[in-house]
Structure formats: structure tokens, C-alpha cells
């Protein structure tokens, strides 16, 4: 009987955050389906759910401002889809395409970890950050949806056929990657303060 008092506890915009995660881990399965089968529609139609966590990630927040219903529970489920769809799922997806390398993986865990510890950082300071009306007036660093912008570059580059190979040493650095990289660093900075929507 537990579950049921916790889906009846489920509100509208919980369902869009839900539906935010559910995205992220479709886009990590198709971006295996690519790894296995070699084909980059698969890895097209995960940038394609990333782009729809983006959407819904936008949406759940207002509604659940709208409705009246935002709430901790809220917050800690949204931070928890984000890091699937806007960390986990644009790391598997580049990786999956071809970032690959010893240096690519670290950057790409680098750049996940990052996003993690961005979401933490959040989700403890906003509080501190809210005003009268509990509304968070800009972020520290930037929001981790904006992992979208390393995923396109690195589309567009699946695109065209080139990540930007060069070889270090025994090992190969991808170009493609260092967006990622850039994108991390951009998460975890005090000092950017970003204005909130």
C-alpha cells in the first residue's frame, strides 16, 4: 500500500521531471543501441531525447509555480533527472559517438562529475539564495540543461564526419571533447552568476 500513497503523491510537474529522466536514460539505451549496432540514427534519436528532457526540464518547474505545487520532493526529483539527462546521457552519448580515448573519458567523467556536484551545490545553497517569495534570483555557475551546447557541437560533428582526432603520445585527444570540458568547468564556478528564469 506504501506505493500507492507515493504515486498519489505525485503531482503534474513531477510527472513532466519524471518524464525528463525517463529521456535522459532512453537517450543512454539508444546510445548502447549505437555502440552495438553501428548506426548513427541511434545516436541522432538520443540528442533527439536530450533535446525533449531540455523541453520538459523548461515546462516542470512553471507548472509546478502555476499550480502551486512545488515542493522538496520537487526539487530533489528534478536534480535527479537533470543529472541523468544532462550529465549521464550527453557523456554515454559521446562517448558511444566516438570520444573514446583514455583523455576523452576522463574529460567526459570530469564533465559529469562536475554536473553533479553543480546540482548538490544547488540544491543546498537555494535556500540561502531565495528571496521573500522563496524564488531562486540567479544560479552559481551555469545550469546543467546547458550541457545541451557540448551534445550539439558534438552532433554537428558526427555530422561531418570529423571529431578532431590528435595524437598525444600513445593515445588520441578528440577537439569534440573539449566543449565538454569547458562546459564542466563553466557548472562549477562561484564566480558566474547566471540570471534565473
Known amino acids: 500500500m506504501r506505493h500507492?500513497?507515493?504515486i498519489r503523491s505525485f503531482h503534474f510537474a513531477d510527472v513532466l521531471t519524471l518524464a525528463n529522466g525517463g529521456c535522459g536514460m532512453g537517450a543512454v539505451m539508444l546510445s548502447v543501441m549505437h555502440a552495438r549496432d553501428d548506426r548513427v540514427l541511434w545516436l541522432y534519436l538520443a540528442?533527439?531525447?536530450v533535446v525533449a528532457?531540455?523541453?520538459l526540464d523548461f515546462f516542470d518547474g512553471r507548472v509546478a509555480r502555476w499550480r502551486q505545487t512545488h515542493?522538496?520532493?520537487g526539487r530533489e526529483l528534478d536534480s535527479l533527472a537533470d543529472?541523468?539527462?544532462?550529465?549521464?546521457a550527453p557523456a554515454t552519448i559521446a562517448f558511444a559517438a566516438g570520444l573514446d580515448s583514455a583523455p576523452d573519458a576522463a574529460i567526459l567523467v570530469f564533465f559529469m562529475l562536475c554536473g553533479l556536484?553543480?546540482?548538490?551545490?544547488?540544491?543546498?545553497s537555494a535556500a540561502g539564495l531565495a528571496d521573500d517569495e522563496g524564488k531562486v534570483a540567479y544560479f552559481e555557475g551555469t545550469p546543467i540543461p546547458t550541457s545541451i551546447v557540448p551534445l550539439l557541437c558534438l552532433i554537428a560533428g558526427v555530422a561531418a564526419d570529423t571529431l578532431g582526432a590528435i595524437p598525444i603520445g600513445g593515445t588520441t585527444l578528440h577537439l569534440l571533447v573539449l566543449p565538454f570540458a569547458v562546459s564542466g568547468c563553466l557548472m562549477v564556478s562561484k564566480t558566474l552568476r547566471v540570471p534565473k528564469p
Open 117 to 124: 556536484s553543480r546540482l548538490a551545490r544547488y540544491n543546498v
Open 83 to 88: 543529472i541523468v539527462s544532462f550529465g549521464v
Open 47 to 49: 540528442t533527439v531525447l
Open 71 to 73: 515542493s522538496l520532493f
Open 53 to 55: 528532457a531540455l523541453v
Open 4 to 6: 500507492l500513497s507515493l
